[in-house]
T-cell receptor, first 117, second 116 residues
Framework: DTEVTQTPKHLVMGMTNKKSLKCEQH?????MYWYKQKAKKPPELMFV???????INESVPSRFSPECPNSSLLNLHLHALQPEDSALYLC????????????????FGSGTRLTVV | AQKVTQAQTEISVVEKEDVTLDCVYE???????LFWYKQPPSGELVFLIR??????QNEISGRYSWNFQKSTSSFNFTITASQVVDSAVYFC?????????????FGKGTKLTVNP
């Protein structure tokens, strides 16, 4: 299995709703990432997990809450979002880079298109 | 700080033309990786190539070729004999180290339109 699977593919939620995005991989990758991509913009990093521990938080508002319950699964819990949070949310995984001369690249999921109404 | 610049916002060509997408990067790391991704309208990021900083050989894969010039901090991408299916946004990206973890820093992307 060489894929990163994201569910749901599309999500519409109200500003008072609580929802979760899910990301799963079975490649044995121990680094997992959440990126946010607004229309006509590049992906922007939100969070990085390394060995199931949060290692990078790019000053993301607390209405976004990541969770890595095990080495295969990454969740993004959403609560009280704003319309400007509407975007494509991309999950990625990679092997943890232990040596700077060994990097095997990133595998991205196909994303969740989130619309906040 | 690590940074990737793709100066071309949009490029439009006619099918069968060759097209080069420019990428210039900045990093203080001595070892780093550069990537190109393709993003069609459906949204998924399609991996095209990974290049490490200590291998300056150019690479060719079918109609695609990449020119890595460490002296000018550039990693340009050429599509030969472009096709309509090449229409997409193309991102150049740089691996960066932060707090002991790696992350990808993306350029702003170049939207390529190939007209029949």
């Amino acid at each position: 299995d060489t894929e990163v699977t994201q569910t749901p593919k599309h999500l519409v939620m109200g500003m008072t709703n609580k929802k979760s995005l899910k990301c799963e991989q079975h490649m044995g990758h121990r680094a997992m990432y959440w990126y946010k991509q607004k229309a006509k913009k590049p992906p922007e990093l939100m969070f990085v997990y390394s060995y199931e521990k949060l290692s990078i938080n790019e000053s993301v508002p607390s209405r976004f809450s990541p969770e890595c319950p095990n080495s295969s699964l990454l969740n993004l819990h959403l609560h009280a979002l704003q319309p400007e949070d509407s975007a494509l949310y991309l999950c990625a995984s990679s092997q943890v880079v232990k040596r700077k001369d060994r990097h095997y690249g990133y595998t991205f999921g196909s994303g969740t298109r989130l619309t906040v109404v | 700080a690590q940074k990737v610049t793709q100066a071309q916002t949009e490029i439009s060509v006619v099918e069968k033309e060759d097209v080069t997408l420019d990428c210039v990067y900045e990093t203080r790391d001595t070892t780093y990786y550069l990537f190109w991704y393709k993003q069609p309208p459906s949204g998924e990021l399609v991996f095209l190539i990974r290049r490490n900083s200590f291998d300056e050989q150019n690479e060719i894969s079918g109609r695609y070729s990449w020119n890595f010039q460490k002296s000018t901090s550039s990693f340009n991408f050429t599509i030969t004999a472009s096709q309509v299916v090449d229409s997409a946004v193309y991102f150049c990206a740089l691996s960066a180290t932060q707090g002991g973890s790696e992350k990808l820093v993306f350029g702003k992307g170049t939207k390529l339109t190939v007209n029949p």
